[in-house]
Protein backbone atom coordinates (compact mmCIF):
# COMPACT_ATOMS: atom_id res chain seq x y z
CA UNK A 1 0.00 0.00 0.00
CA UNK A 2 2.86 2.49 0.63
CA UNK A 3 4.36 1.57 -2.07
CA UNK A 4 1.56 2.38 -4.38
CA UNK A 5 1.14 5.51 -2.47
CA UNK A 6 4.77 6.87 -3.23
CA UNK A 7 4.26 5.59 -6.80
CA UNK A 8 0.88 7.75 -7.30
CA UNK A 9 2.46 10.32 -5.02
CA UNK A 10 5.78 10.72 -7.34
CA UNK A 11 3.72 10.55 -10.34
CA UNK A 12 1.22 13.43 -9.44
CA UNK A 13 4.25 15.45 -8.77
CA UNK A 14 6.27 15.07 -12.10
CA UNK A 15 2.67 15.90 -14.30
CA UNK A 16 2.04 18.69 -12.17
CA UNK A 17 5.33 20.16 -12.63
CA UNK A 18 5.31 19.34 -16.35
CA UNK A 19 1.99 21.25 -16.48
CA UNK A 20 3.11 23.88 -14.58
CA UNK A 21 6.87 24.52 -15.88
CA UNK A 22 7.34 27.29 -18.17
CA UNK A 23 10.35 27.76 -19.69
CA UNK A 24 11.64 31.40 -18.00
CA UNK A 25 14.45 31.57 -20.98
CA UNK A 26 11.47 31.23 -23.44
CA UNK A 27 9.12 33.77 -21.77
CA UNK A 28 11.79 35.97 -22.31
CA UNK A 29 12.87 35.57 -25.78
CA UNK A 30 9.39 35.70 -26.89
CA UNK A 31 8.58 39.24 -24.56
CA UNK A 32 12.11 40.95 -26.69
CA UNK A 33 11.48 38.70 -29.98
CA UNK A 34 7.99 40.47 -29.93
CA UNK A 35 9.35 43.68 -28.93
CA UNK A 36 11.58 43.45 -32.17
CA UNK A 37 9.03 42.69 -34.38
CA UNK A 38 7.29 46.09 -33.48
CA UNK A 39 10.20 47.89 -33.60
CA UNK A 40 10.93 46.11 -36.87
CA UNK A 41 7.73 46.68 -38.55
CA UNK A 42 8.12 50.54 -37.53
CA UNK A 43 11.33 50.39 -39.99
CA UNK A 44 13.51 50.93 -36.63
CA UNK A 45 16.51 48.36 -37.40
CA UNK A 46 18.68 49.77 -35.01
CA UNK A 47 15.99 49.19 -32.34
CA UNK A 48 15.02 45.60 -33.78
CA UNK A 49 18.63 44.66 -33.17
CA UNK A 50 18.76 45.53 -30.17
CA UNK A 51 15.54 43.45 -28.98
CA UNK A 52 16.62 40.50 -31.16
CA UNK A 53 20.08 40.44 -29.50
CA UNK A 54 18.45 39.66 -26.00
CA UNK A 55 15.94 37.30 -27.76
CA UNK A 56 18.71 35.42 -28.97
CA UNK A 57 20.91 35.70 -25.71
CA UNK A 58 17.78 34.17 -24.01
CA UNK A 59 17.24 31.25 -26.72
CA UNK A 60 20.83 30.14 -26.79
CA UNK A 61 20.42 29.87 -23.17
CA UNK A 62 17.03 28.21 -23.22
CA UNK A 63 18.61 25.74 -25.97
CA UNK A 64 21.50 24.72 -23.67
CA UNK A 65 19.15 23.53 -20.92
CA UNK A 66 16.36 22.37 -22.86
CA UNK A 67 15.78 19.10 -24.24
CA UNK A 68 14.00 17.56 -27.27
CA UNK A 69 11.44 19.54 -29.02
CA UNK A 70 11.78 22.19 -27.20
CA UNK A 71 15.64 22.61 -27.71
CA UNK A 72 15.35 22.08 -31.79
CA UNK A 73 12.50 25.42 -31.36
CA UNK A 74 14.95 26.94 -29.67
CA UNK A 75 18.00 26.15 -31.80
CA UNK A 76 15.57 27.43 -34.38
CA UNK A 77 14.86 30.24 -33.00
CA UNK A 78 18.41 31.36 -32.48
CA UNK A 79 18.79 30.91 -36.20
CA UNK A 80 16.18 33.17 -37.18
CA UNK A 81 17.12 35.79 -34.66
CA UNK A 82 20.71 35.86 -36.02
CA UNK A 83 19.57 36.37 -39.34
CA UNK A 84 17.13 38.77 -38.12
CA UNK A 85 20.20 40.42 -36.32
CA UNK A 86 22.40 40.68 -39.29
CA UNK A 87 19.53 42.05 -41.46
CA UNK A 88 19.03 44.74 -39.00
CA UNK A 89 22.66 45.45 -38.71
CA UNK A 90 22.57 46.20 -42.67
CA UNK A 91 19.51 48.40 -42.18
CA UNK A 92 16.73 45.91 -43.35
CA UNK A 93 14.16 46.32 -41.06
CA UNK A 94 11.85 44.48 -43.10
CA UNK A 95 13.92 41.09 -44.09
CA UNK A 96 15.11 41.38 -40.20
CA UNK A 97 11.21 41.46 -38.75
CA UNK A 98 10.20 38.68 -41.13
CA UNK A 99 13.14 36.50 -39.76
CA UNK A 100 11.65 37.64 -35.98
CA UNK A 101 8.37 36.68 -36.72
CA UNK A 102 9.55 33.05 -37.53
CA UNK A 103 11.76 33.01 -34.14
CA UNK A 104 8.42 33.91 -32.50
CA UNK A 105 6.56 30.75 -34.30
CA UNK A 106 9.36 28.51 -32.75
CA UNK A 107 9.48 30.15 -29.42
CA UNK A 108 5.97 29.67 -28.71
CA UNK A 109 6.16 26.23 -29.42
CA UNK A 110 8.38 25.78 -26.54
CA UNK A 111 6.52 24.14 -23.83
Known amino acids: MKKTTSVFAGLLLVFS ?13 LEHANAAA ?7 ASELVKHASVALEHTLA ?4 DTG ?3 EHLEAASNELEEAVNHGNMGHADVGTEH ?6 HIQ ?3
Open 17 to 29: SAVMAEDPHAKAA
Open 38 to 44: KEGAAGR
Open 62 to 65: GALV
Open 69 to 71: MNK
Open 100 to 105: VKAAIT
Open 109 to 111: AVK
